[in-house]
């Protein structure tokens, strides 16, 4: 078990919403981020290799009790809130961006909730290739995020909320991005083809497991 101490730093850019992020979340989408973070992970099999990108406070945690997990996170706020939640688990906590993470590891499932649409097109081409570097022909990708959807007039309030929600961490956290990226698309022109589904809130919040096509590089 890896349980440690972290304080938020002054530069931290989620020091501020940290403490009230899963109350926010809750009041704008009630269970269906719980909902979608839980999607898929009942096939994880104990012992797998796991890393996880974008995992908020921790929720995600209780759903892989027996598997050795690296958690890649930018912001100490959330490394401390989520240590704290860690009890009879593996977890090693990294603090830095993805980016710069490397890791010899080639992991059984990575999982990214929340976590693509913080990047612009063009940065998360360059993030979906650095997931297929850590992966194998066997890796699962666990994805949860948002998309717009196209049905009507009864998926009008997407747009805008989904604007708002850029708008409100751009302010908070100084977020750049500014609308959400075709993040399926990418990843379908990526070499991911998608496995499975499930959606929330008319399409707008949506869950997936993904495997990348096998290259001769892969073990």
């Known amino acids: 078990m890896q349980k440690e101490k972290y304080r938020s730093t002054e530069n931290d850019a989620y020091k501020y919403i940290a403490p009230v992020y899963c109350w926010l979340e809750k009041i704008v989408f009630g269970r269906a981020l719980s909902r979608s973070r839980r999607y898929g992970l009942d096939k994880v099999r104990n012992g797998s290799k796991v890393l996880i990108l974008g995992g908020g406070s921790g929720e995600v945690l209780k759903y892989l009790p027996d598997c050795e997990i690296d958690y890649v996170e930018n912001s100490e706020s959330m490394i401390f809130r989520t240590s704290r939640k860690v009890e009879d688990q593996i977890v090693h906590f990294h603090h830095l961006p993805f980016s710069e993470y490397r890791s010899s590891i080639q992991y059984d499932h990575i999982i990214c909730q929340y976590f693509m649409d913080l990047f612009e097109e063009e940065e998360l081409l360059e993030i979906?290739?650095?997931?297929?570097?850590?992966?194998?022909?066997?890796?699962?990708?666990?994805?949860?995020?948002?998309?717009?959807?196209?049905?009507?007039?009864?998926?009008?309030?997407?747009?805008?909320?989904?604007?708002?929600?850029?708008?409100?961490?751009?302010?908070?956290?100084?977020?750049?991005?500014?609308?959400?990226?075709?993040?399926e698309e990418i990843l379908k022109r990526s070499g991911y083809a998608e496995m499975e589904g499930r959606s929330w809130m008319n399409g707008l919040v949506f869950a997936s497991v993904w495997s990348r096509r096998a290259t001769s590089s892969d073990p």
């Open 128 to 183: 979906i290739g650095h997931i297929a570097r850590l992966s194998t022909g066997h890796t699962k990708l666990h994805l949860a995020d948002f998309r717009i959807t196209a049905r009507g007039s009864e998926v009008w309030w997407q747009k805008p909320l989904v604007k708002l929600m850029y708008f409100f961490f751009r302010i908070t956290t100084g977020l750049e991005t500014r609308e959400l990226p075709s993040i």
